[in-house]
């Protein structure tokens, strides 16, 4: 689990300064996510980060939730919520990201 | 909500320093993060599922808050990374460096190395938010 979250530091910085910092919000467009998911190198990135990413903040989020919940019962319940919440949200993000961008 | 209450509360009164202070500071830059990825992962899928949105929710993002509230998710973001590594690196390669003086030491300079790699890219950001949004 650890190594995941130390590979997760390039992964997760290299997308913010190349789309925050570098290339900025008023520069990005259907085109631009278009041209960026040409090259597979690009879509396998972004799939890596997907599931990594949201997993950690997920799992995160369950472990913080587990110190505020006493009851077994109610920790049960949010652990399946907060699983459904990922597996939704990664098969929504991985259909995009294989099926690229639409013309409107 | 008592519990919820009650360790607000405890928080505030509860002394504990530096350790204290970069445990709150990592939970609320990893709940920060987590919101605003998990609408992130939303806004990009649009562009399978709803191309023609795509633009609106770009354009929401190019607003003055969301320009600034992206300059705070970028600090959130390195500083996360910088003090989950500290800890990483003090579990994996130096479990016997665990002691109160060293953590002190170490849990500020994650704080400084943070700002230090964010100030750049803020600065960069800053600008592209006055230049786009503004004018300048």
Do not use: C
């Not at chain 2, 350790?19 to 562009?47: E, K, Y």
């Amino acid at each position: 689990m650890r190594y995941r979250e130390l590979l997760l530091i390039p992964l997760a910085w290299g997308h913010v300064l190349i789309q925050d910092v570098l290339v900025g919000v008023h520069s990005i467009d259907l085109d631009y996510v278009a041209l960026r998911w040409a090259s597979l190198g690009w879509r396998v990135y972004d799939f890596l980060l997907l599931t990594f990413a949201f997993a950690h903040g997920v799992n995160g989020l369950r472990r913080v939730l587990n110190d505020y919940i006493r009851q077994d019962s109610t920790r049960k319940a949010v652990t399946w919520l907060l699983f459904a919440l990922w597996l939704i949200l990664s098969l929504i993000g991985a259909m995009a990201i294989v099926g690229g961008v639409r013309s409107p | 909500m008592d519990s919820l209450k009650l360790n607000l509360l405890g928080m505030a009164r509860y002394r504990g320093r530096e350790g204290q202070l970069s445990f709150v500071l990592h939970r609320l830059a990893g709940l920060g993060t987590l919101l605003f990825l998990a609408v992130h992962i939303l806004d990009t899928s649009t562009v399978y599922f709803f191309p023609s949105l795509y633009e609106d929710a770009i354009n929401l993002y190019r607003s003055t808050p969301f320009m600034l509230g992206e300059i705070a998710l970028v600090f959130f973001v390195i500083y996360h990374g910088v003090n989950g590594a500290r800890i990483a690196i003090f579990d994996l390669f130096a479990p016997d460096r665990w002691n109160v003086e060293t953590q002190r030491k170490s849990a500020v300079w994650s704080l400084v190395i943070a700002i230090l790699i964010w100030l750049p890219a803020a600065f960069m950001m800053g600008r592209s938010l006055l230049v786009n949004n503004f004018g300048l």
